[in-house]
């Protein structure tokens, strides 16, 4: 389930790293595999209304504000928002392995962020299970992401139990703890949408976005272009 070269990438070897690593790389990610449990949860939500710097949701309570989520959910009638996270057991790991050395620290943490990836992209498979035909997905969407605030954070796990359901807080910074999780956000539309290469925000590079300076995800895009 690990991918080794998005491992690799992560560690800043975009070429593939040398052999010692290598194998550090692929005894950590067996171990933590076998030691990890993903677990998500799911809500869809009818889009009630769409403006230039905002999208009220069906739920009263969430209203997602920023230009950057507009955008994206331009062309939606609804959305799907998930929670995914690796739980404590991850966290915990990458401590441990942290204490040992503090490269088996920087791998068991990139090994984390590729499975709760992993996770995540296991739960967009089941949302996009129960579309009609017709209907597909905008690539996801995280708070973070432009000029989309972390604190809208405490909305969403509140309208999707998220802590009942899935062990999944935010601290008073709204960080997401356990740390290894993630929160994003599926348009559903009638329209076609092509695969984003670059950012998922839809700009072509952080470059062109008034954003670039904050934007929570910058690494992210650097890294996985």
């Known amino acids: 389930m690990v991918n080794i070269k998005e491992v690799e990438k992560y560690l800043g070897y975009p ?27 799911y809500k869809s ?5 769409i403006t230039s710097d ?3 949701l069906s739920d009263p309570t969430i209203t997602l504000k ?3 989520i507009a955008n994206h959910l ?23 392995k942290s204490h040992l050395s503090a490269l088996s620290g920087l791998i068991a943490d990139a090994i984390a962020s590729d499975l ?6 296991q739960c967009e498979e089941l949302i996009r299970e129960t579309l009609q035909l017709g209907y597909s997905l905008t690539s996801r969407f995280s708070p973070g992401y432009g000029d989309f605030s972390l604190e809208v954070q405490s909305l969403i796990l509140a309208a999707l139990q998220a802590h009942k359901r899935i062990g999944l807080t935010l601290n008073e910074s709204f960080l997401l703890i356990p740390l290894k999780s993630v929160v994003a956000i ?4 009638d329209k076609n949408f092509r695969l984003q290469t670059l950012n998922r925000c839809g700009n072509i590079s952080c470059r062109v976005c008034e954003y670039s300076e904050t934007c929570q995800f910058k690494k992210e895009f650097t890294i996985r272009k």
């Open 15 to 41: 070429t593939g790293a040398d052999q010692k690593t290598y194998v550090l790389i692929e005894s950590l990610s067996k171990e933590m595999q076998s030691s990890i449990k993903g677990k998500f949860v």
């Open 74 to 96: 331009k062309d939606c009638s609804s959305v799907f928002i998930f929670a995914c996270t690796l739980g404590a057991k991850a966290d915990q790991l990458i401590q441990l």
């Open 45 to 49: 939500f009818d889009i009630e209304k």
């Open 66 to 68: 920023g230009k950057s």
């Open 116 to 121: 709760v990836m992993q996770y995540c992209n």
């Open 186 to 189: 599926v348009g559903v539309s």
């Open 54 to 56: 905002y999208v009220k």
